[in-house]
């Protein structure tokens, strides 16, 4: 009996884990529906990801900076460089593992990528559609979700696709839904929802922290609804321990396999500096951090606002959510969550337009209330007759109903939103470029038509270009690019790889680079991130031609052209 009841709190844990539940395997009705809603939630996913993500096979390359930096990172942790130590790059060890995982699949484009966005974007249209279903029937989402990827997936804070707070939404969605059906229904959360809410918090802890200010704003709410429904003391206090102690476990689930990995490196130095220290007091200091607190308020704010005027179409259903439905429980939680995530966002002082996606989780709160909304506005007019125009929607409306009307409706509706997608996406130019036109790529064929078996490149002076990707070659620099905090280490070693040509290729941007040993073979022009970028590729001269020995090499000048 014992047994079969450990059993039943395992599979229980693992399904909840997994965002499913019971009901989900049965042979109910209900079952059958949400596999439907699962498959649908996929289908969609499937569409807006490829329409709207440069990772997908309709564009030549996912030329954005950042998403070539972190498979860069992935490719050379999977071929035995270890992360922080020998491989240097901003973000948590997670995001760099699933880019690993999608270096598997190949290492010269970003297919493995986009399955990975596939399969972030249909869970987290999956966690959406429950969430939505608390409010709305069971209908009403398959309109309601199509409608709310389109939006998303085509703002401007999705930016070029593959951002640390694209993988982070599933994670997020999948706790709103938890929490929320829970305050909801008025009854506590089982051990095996707190666990897996700390499950979801572990993992954004190990791609991004700036978002764990999510958990904070629930962990808040948890403790402030606690207080008041058992009053903090006696067994009151044992049982808010106990729940916490539960979600810390997850947490702990995920970080134990993550400190092993940087144990077992002798990294655990390298992973402290790197992604902890140097984000929190290198990367943050430029900006706001060293003004006054109101300065500091007042920029964050400005930030926060800037988010909604840059992504109106979508943010815009945030508010108008909370507003709405504002007399309810869960609406305290959503409004806690939607604070401390803008907080924590925004508070390093910067402000890119990725930035903004994280928080159109809380979107999906305005589109469970729009049929309410738009029901509510709808003016009721008293007509004695039937006019023939009228007659006509009620017999659409008629047909609309049957099970064959609802699929073509459904089936219309998704084909629209897809076409939406693709013309309100900002990425759509690409889509008319092919391979062989991008520098990328006219420089990997330069690189292999030079003969050199095993060449070595540096990314010398800017963000990873997609340079190692198009090559296929992984980097032998542990910064392997320049990135965007003020490092003294990063830019001495760039220098001196350059000066003692210690790579066979350098690529540098709108910048040229005067050095003895190295030559330019070629240069490029391409539209990125508005503006026309000029690209350079300077291949390294052979001993017996430098003019300079190495022992009076000068620091290479990098500037102009």
């Keep these: 009996m014992q047994l079969r009841k450990n059993r039943d709190i395992i599979h ?170 829970a305050v909801k229904a008025d009854v506590p959360l089982t051990a095996a929802q707190k ?47 106990g729940s916490f102690l539960t979600a810390f476990l997850g947490v702990a689930a995920v970080s134990l396999p993550v400190f092993a990995y940087f144990a077992f490196n002798g990294a655990l130095r390298d992973c402290w500096l790197a992604y902890f220290y140097n984000n929190i007091f290198v990367y943050s200091t430029e900006g706001f951090s060293k003004t006054g607190i109101l300065k500091t308020l007042w920029k964050l704010l400005f930030n926060i606002g800037k988010a909604f005027v840059t992504n109106p179409q979508v943010l815009i259903f945030a508010p108008l959510g909370m507003i709405w439905d504002r007399r309810s429980p869960e609406n305290a939680y959503m409004l806690s969550c939607f604070l401390f995530t803008a907080f924590f966002v925004y508070i390093g002082g910067r402000a890119y337009p990725y930035y903004a996606f994280i928080l159109t989780v809380f979107s999906i709160y305005g589109f469970a209330m729009l049929p309410d909304v738009l029901k509510k506005m709808r003016k009721v007019r008293k007509k004695r007759g039937l006019s023939a125009q009228r007659k006509k929607k009620v017999a659409l409306s008629d047909f609309a109903k049957t099970k064959r009307g609802f699929r073509c409706a459904v089936g219309f509706f998704l084909v629209f939103c897809t076409a939406f997608a693709l013309l309100a996406t900002p990425n759509r130019y690409l889509m008319s470029y092919k391979k062989e036109e991008l520098p990328q790529y006219k420089f990997a064929e330069k690189i292999k038509q030079s003969g050199i078996e095993n060449p070595t490149l540096l990314n010398y002076g800017f963000l990873d270009g997609g340079f190692y990707t198009a090559s296929g070659i992984l980097p032998n620099c542990k910064f392997f690019c320049t990135l965007n905090i003020p490092l003294t280490e990063m830019n001495r070693e760039q220098r001196e790889a350059v000066r003692m040509g210690k790579v066979d290729f350098v690529v540098t941007r709108d910048k040229t680079l005067s050095t003895y040993n190295y030559r330019l073979i070629s240069k490029e022009k391409f539209y990125l991130e508005g503006k026309v970028r000029v690209y350079y590729l300077y291949e390294l001269i052979p001993p017996n031609e430098r003019h300079t020995p190495p022992q009076l090499a000068p620091v290479p000048t990098y500037g102009k052209p």
């Excluded at 398959?142 to 599933?170: N, R, V, W």
């Excluded at 802890?205 to 629930?218: E, N, P, S």
Aim: one cysteine or more; glycine letters at 10%.
């Design 12 to 181: 229980g844990l693992y399904c909840e884990v997994a965002g499913l539940n019971f009901v989900f395997f049965g042979k109910t009705d209900e079952g059958r529906e949400l596999r439907r809603l699962f498959l649908f939630s996929f289908a969609v996913a499937f569409l807006v990801i490829t329409v709207c993500s440069r990772s997908s096979f309709l564009y030549p390359i996912n030329d954005w900076v950042d998403s070539q930096c972190f498979f860069t990172t992935g490719r050379a942790m999977f071929n035995g460089s270890v992360l922080y130590r020998d491989i240097y790059e901003q973000k948590g060890p997670l995001l760099y593992f699933v880019h690993g995982l999608a270096g598997l699949v190949s290492e010269t484009n970003f297919i493995g990528v986009y399955l990975v966005e596939i399969i972030c974007a249909g869970f987290f249209l999956y966690f959406a559609a429950r969430f939505m279903r608390l409010w709305v029937g069971e209908k009403q989402v398959y309109f309601l979700l199509p409608a709310a990827a389109a939006l998303i997936y085509s703002c401007t804070a999705f930016k070029y696709g593959d951002s640390a707070e694209e993988l982070c939404l599933p994670l997020l969605m999948h706790s709103l839904f938890l929490t929320v059906r």
């Design 195 to 241: 666990f897996a809410l700390g499950c979801a918090g572990g993992c954004v802890l190990w791609i991004k922290f700036t978002m764990l200010g999510f958990y904070i704003g629930l962990a808040l709410m948890f403790f402030i609804d606690a207080a008041r429904r058992h009053r903090l003391h006696g067994h009151g206090i044992l049982r808010v321990a």
